[in-house]
Every structure is written in C-alpha cells, then in structure tokens.
C-alpha cells in the first residue's frame, strides 16, 4: 500500500465455508467500539458496479462462461471497489475489512482454473493500483468437502459447482500462498468457539491496527463476551 495511505487493509481469504465473514464482524464491532471508522466489504461486490458484476460471475446459469471472461470480471469489480471505496477509505484512515481481495484470485483463476499465475498477478496489478492489503488472515476450518458443505445449504453458486477437486486446489493455493508471504498472511486455524478463534484473528492483526491489543488487554472478559449480540 502507498505509503501516502493513512489508513489499515485488512484482507480475508480461505475457501469456501471458511467463516470469514462471522470474523470480520466480530472485529469490526471492537474497532467500532474503540471510536474506528471501519468498512466491511466484500469482493466481488462494495459498489452498485461491482454488485452487478458478482451477480453475473456467481450466477449458476452462467456456465459457459470462460476461464478468462471470469478472471476479468473479477478484475473489473476490483478495479471498482479499489477506486471507489478502498482508497478514498484508507486515505481519510478508516480500517478497511474485505472478505477476499487478489489471494482470491491467484487461488480460484490460477490454480483452480489454471491460467497463468503471471498474468492473473499483472491482472491484479492494474486493478488494484498500488493498494495492498497491511495483513490478510487465512481462515482454515474444514476439507473442501466440508466446507462446500457448509457454503451451500442453501443452493451453490457458479464457483461453488465447480467441484471438490477445484476446490482442494484453491484451498492448497491459500496455503502455498501463505508460506511465500508470512509476513503479511497470517494463518488462523478455528477453534471449537468461535470466540477462542476471534482470539486468533486479533493476535494477528495487533500490529498493524493501533490500539487493539490496548483494549483487549483493559478488558480481560472480551472475548468471553464477543459471542454476545451487540445492543
């Protein structure tokens, strides 16, 4: 990210039913309590163009769509939510929360559907237009078989029909990806409570957002409480 930047990006990635999005709330409700401005995004989606755009990549009766239209659309709504939100965001120094970013993409267009890690990496270049994430967590819960198990209770989407196999690609990706760059991508295994694992997640994300680890310390009964509905 420039170093012009004021604000903190973090990223989540994992495969399907990771748990991402229980997380990032969870998160995002203490740095609201600490006075943050914070965002919760998703990609592909954040802008009415970028919501558009994952209607149309996640639509199941899209199937002959082909492996480099997906990539592009996916670059396109990228190249939204980063001009648009992202980066008006982190320059007025608001916490940004983003429930996938490029890892997605290397993960689910390169190894999945196997087209060149150097050009989905160019691809993610352009769109993102310098902005990088401070820190992504890898949220590891399941199998690729448990996990679309989850993900779809309720119907499956284009990307989640692809198979079991192209999914224990995309999740063997996120872990290779993760030992290349330990610096900024954390791994959080889930616990059997999902506040044991929220405790996880902050541990790996003290360092980049200023006084987290301060209010989790003056607060001994947090995470104990973290499951409880905000009023």
Known sequence: MSETMKGVFVTFEGGEGAGK??????????????????????????????????????????????????????????????????????????????????????AYQAYGRGLSRQFVDACSAFACQGVEPNRTILMVSATAEEGLARATQEGADRLELAGVDFHARVNQAFLDIAAQQPQRVRVVHFAEC??????????????????????????????????????
């Open 21 to 106: 999005s229980t997380h990032i709330a969870f998160l995002a409700r203490c740095l609201r309590e600490l006075g943050r401005e914070v965002l919760c995004l998703r990609e592909p989606g954040g802008t009415s163009i970028g919501e558009d755009l994952r209607a149309i990549v996640l639509d199941p009766k899209n199937d002959a769509m082909c492996d480099q239209a997906e990539l592009l659309i996916y670059e396109a709504a990228r190249a939204q939510i980063v001009a648009q939100v992202i980066a008006p965001a982190l320059q007025r120094g608001a916490v940004v929360l983003c429930d996938r970013f490029y890892d997605s993409t290397v």
């Open 194 to 231: 999902k506040a044991e694992t929220a405790r996880r997640v902050f541990s790996q994300v003290v360092d980049v957002i200023d006084g987290l680890q301060e209010a989790i310390d003056a607060d001994s009964t947090y995470f104990e409480r973290i499951e409880e509905p905000a009023e």
